[in-house]
């Protein structure tokens, strides 16, 4: 009788401490760790900021959201971890990171040289086949929650300043490891070296690189300022940033949550504000860093502009899909430009 009754009582404590512990894991914050390499200060920051405010508020504390630190590691490396969903679940990232990291090789469209215009127009072009974009990036394990921007790049040297596209010529320049960037060098007649973000501030002290392609804004968040001696506004490529989703972490999440974190078609438009409202101030403090800025004219542009948008055809048709994508960018900016 004994023995029975230390049984029943065994599995009565067993039973309770398997209730508690399930009830605890159910009541449990879910951890959402988001990588980034913007530096503190940068609008990029301050959105992910306000997206951490916004969902841990939203969803009762549910939600704990963790902002990795800048640099903890590359933004092909934050997208491979992303769609793991373990040591991330989440990335705020460039088209052209997504595209390598994701091997997701349409995503390099949209950052096709010379494609875009102007904001209108990229704005226009990809909040309409955000629908599509999404798609493709949920095959590749992906959920896409807002676009935004890293901006239009331009030409940032030490040891000369670009004015024609034969200026280029021989330069070791840091190319974002993304094809359609070293393919841009490559027309130009650059010397394109595939380096992450991470490297370029030690790249260029060293005379590994002679300059890099990026915004005004990032160039001096990132610490680069110092080291060169130029800056060439050719606004050549407009490059788009999103915010992504672990497929995986997001289809594990109670319905109330995954409404919680896809509410934010409002946060991209404030983050492309934000971003925007930036840039003059940008081009004012290359000053204080010594730095010449050398505005080209309409003819001066359209002389790197031409041999570019030459490419777009033929690297579209290296990538699977890649025609008919392009096909639907150039229709949009037609649409637009009605």
């Known amino acids: 009788m004994k023995r029975t009754l230390s049984l029943a009582l065994a599995a009565v404590t067993a039973l309770t401490v398997a209730t508690t512990s399930t009830v605890v894991e159910a009541n449990s914050p879910i951890e959402l760790a988001v990588g980034s390499l913007a530096p503190e200060g940068s609008p990029w920051r301050k959105l992910l900021r306000e997206v951490k405010e916004r969902f841990e508020e939203k969803s009762g504390n549910r939600l704990r ?10 933004e092909v490396e934050m997208v491979q971890e992303t769609r793991k969903g373990e040591r991330l679940q989440a990335c705020g990232v460039t088209t052209a990171a997504i595209a390598q990291g994701g091997n997701v090789p ?9 494609l875009f215009r102007n904001n209108a127009e990229a704005d226009f072009v990809l909040d309409g086949l955000k629908g599509t974009m999404g798609s493709i990036l949920e095959r590749r394990g992906f959920k896409l929650a807002i676009w935004s921007e890293n901006g239009w790049r331009s030409f940032g040297t030490k040891s000369k300043a670009i004015r024609t596209p034969e200026d280029l010529k021989g330069l070791k320049m840091r190319a974002q490891e993304s094809d359609v960037h070293m393919a841009m060098y490559r027309m130009y007649g ?17 005379n590994v690189l002679d300059g890099l392609d990026n915004t005004a804004l990032f160039m ?13 506004l050719s606004r050549h490529i407009y490059q788009p940033a999103a915010i992504l989703y672990s497929k995986a972490w997001f289809d594990k999440l109670p319905a109330d949550l995954q409404e919680i974190v896809m509410d934010v078609d409002d946060l991209s438009a404030k983050g492309r504000r934000m971003i925007r409202a930036e840039e003059g101030a940008m081009m004012d403090n290359w000053e204080f860093f010594g730095v010449e800025v050398i505005e080209l004219n309409a003819q001066q542009r359209e002389a790197f502009a031409k041999p570019a948008r030459g490419m777009h055809d033929s690297f579209a048709a290296g990538i699977d899909g890649g025609p008919e994508l392009l096909k639907e960018i150039r229709a949009k900016i037609a649409e637009r430009g009605k």
């Open 65 to 74: 959201v963790a902002l990795r630190p800048a640099g903890f590691m590359g």
């Open 190 to 206: 650059a010397t394109a070296v595939e380096k992450p973000m991470t490297e370029v501030l030690t790249g260029l002290n060293s």
């Open 220 to 232: 001096q968040a990132g610490g680069l300022g110092e080291p060169l001696k130029y800056f060439t």
């Open 106 to 114: 349409t995503m390099q469209l949209v950052e096709l040289p010379f």
